[in-house]
């Protein structure tokens, strides 16, 4: 047996034997993470797989709704000045924090310092310091409900950026959060959830925050209804997908957030088991190097995409599950729209000509990619066969998922099948692969007249006039190819018939407020 497979069979022995000390009841409910956390301190030291875990133990002033765009959750209203250079929120009252404090204007204020402190290594400090977006250049509390943000400039995304995930949503604290030395201790959030116990590569257990101030009418993304209605929610390492599949079968878990696309259709036969398959806002496509000697040739990355049939190599890597999408802008988006499901169409003769038209000889061409994103994986593996068939010569390395992430930070590839977490503006998508390779070497899209493009959707808040600038950025990203754009990535939550209310979301989050379990 390979050392691999032993480590993996290990880990799951973790988990199992973390699970075996939760029985079902009523009052718990069991949930598979893939991987352990990275810490609990919100929005440092961080992936989506903690992000997951931690927001139900804090919350922002905004976060998404279903719909992606940011809604009121801690703030009950947000006024804008005229200006745009004003933000002013109105707290909702008779919220908690975990310890029993009252939420005040004072522990937004203290919060947004402790973010902004260079020692706090907050993952989102640049987007608001003035290296980002957008500089906040004051943080006031007028009164006890009250808080006032003054920013350098007008920015249509300030809210959005707030409600960011990767941010904790810039999630409000407590000072109790601290050790008496100023170092962090636990989350004391608002959240429907606090913190048991972590007990490191077994589990994560959260217990039911009894006074959590909950928002009326139905659950909203990441706001609206987010009531506690079981005691605990433990979550449990298993990293082998195939274990933890099992675990649901025979009831010893009750919810996988994210199973693989090719046991959906297996799961749906199964009476005992419920599902929830939704498309969410990540990215799923081909990244390319534009500054490599031979694919800085446009025709030749034009080539590469025509060369790809997108319909035929999503329904093979999701099973048939998936929706083509050549468009940086998610298909959920609100922006998303006539312009952004025109792409280019899947031609060989074409591939053949501007293959013949960039002087491609046949050269090696090298595509790197990783097994810890399935999906990904297989979209590597097809679409080197599709580009066989055109005469692109396309070798495939895989590496360690945080080798590539290296390499990716590094600019040092050819070729990338990679998978990018949601962001829910298109801004911000555009934005994540947008900019000066000089300064920023992981950037795709290298072009002052793109930028300017950006820039100008970062700050016109009007939606027409924001959509024509999407529209126009997708066209220059089409010709342009930076990126071979294939699909938005799905997740499929599957859950025995015990549990009641859970739901996919559209940030590929687990959801376990409004969940309940019956004994």
Not at 106 to 133: H, I, Q
Not at 143 to 165: E, I, M, N
Request: proline share 6%; charged share 25%.
């Amino acid at each position: 047996m390979h050392r691999h497979r032993r480590l993996s069979l290990a880990l799951a022995g973790l988990g199992l034997a973390a699970l075996a000390a939760v029985p079902a009841t009523a009052g718990s409910v069991r949930v598979q993470l893939p991987f352990d956390i990275r810490s609990i301190n919100p929005g440092v030291n961080r992936d989506h797989n903690t992000d997951g875990v931690v927001l139900h133990m804090v919350e922002g002033l905004v976060a998404y709704g279903e719909d992606s765009l940011p809604k009121p959750l801690l703030a009950e209203k947000v006024a804008i000045s005229d200006d745009g250079l004003s933000y002013s929120f109105t707290l909702r009252q008779g919220v908690k924090f975990h310890n029993g404090a009252e939420l005040s204007s004072a522990d937004v204020v203290w919060s947004w310092n402790r973010y902004m402190d260079p020692k706090t290594d907050w993952r989102c400090l640049s987007e608001f310091d003035g290296r980002g977006l957008v500089k906040v250049e004051q943080v006031t509390a007028p009164d006890a409900r009250t808080v006032v943000f003054k920013l350098d400039k007008p920015s249509a995304l300030f809210l959005a950026s707030l409600a960011r995930t990767d941010c904790a949503m810039t999630g409000i604290l407590h000072k109790d959060s601290l050790k008496p030395d100023g170092r962090f201790d636990k989350p004391v959030g608002t959240g429907p959830f606090k913190l048991g116990e972590w007990k490191r590569g077994e589990y994560i257990q959260l217990e039911r925050f009894a006074d959590y101030a909950a928002l009326p009418g139905k659950i909203d993304g990441l706001t609206g209804a987010k009531r506690p209605l079981v005691d605990e929610v433990r979550f449990v390492i298993i990293p082998d997908s195939a274990t933890a599949k099992a675990a649901l079968q025979r009831g010893d878990i009750d919810i996988v957030p994210d199973v693989a696309n090719a046991d959906i259709a297996e799961l749906k036969k199964n009476e005992r088991i419920g599902l929830s398959v939704v498309t969410h806002m990540g990215l799923v496509g081909l990244i390319i190097q534009t500054r490599d000697p031979l694919l800085g040739n446009v025709k030749l990355r034009q080539a590469i995409a025509s060369a790809i049939d997108t319909p035929e190599l999503v329904a093979q890597v999701t099973d048939g599950i998936g929706t083509p999408n050549q468009s940086i802008v998610p298909a959920l988006s609100a922006y998303y729209g006539p312009a952004q499901k025109q792409g280019r169409p899947y031609d060989l003769a074409a591939a053949k000509k501007l293959l013949a038209e960039a002087g491609y000889k046949g050269e090696k061409i090298v595509m790197l990619a990783n097994k810890r994103y399935p999906q990904s994986f297989d979209a590597a593996v097809v679409s080197q066969q599709m580009l066989k068939a055109a005469g692109i010569n396309v070798e495939i390395e895989v590496l360690e998922w945080a080798t590539q992430l290296d390499r990716y930070s590094k600019g040092n590839y050819q070729i990338q099948a990679f998978p990018y977490s949601g962001r829910l503006d298109p801004s911000l998508s555009f934005e994540s692969m947008t900019g000066p390779k000089d300064k920023q070497p992981r950037k795709l899209w290298d072009d002052p007249a793109v930028q300017a493009l950006l820039d100008k959707s970062m700050v016109v808040a009007g939606k027409s006039e924001r959509q024509a600038i999407f529209d126009e950025l997708h066209k220059r990203f089409i010709a342009d190819v930076p990126m071979v754009m294939l699909y938005n990535g799905i997740v499929g939550g599957a859950y025995g018939k015990r549990v009641k209310g859970y739901t996919s979301s559209l940030t590929s989050l687990p959801r376990l407020w409004e969940v309940s379990v019956d004994g």
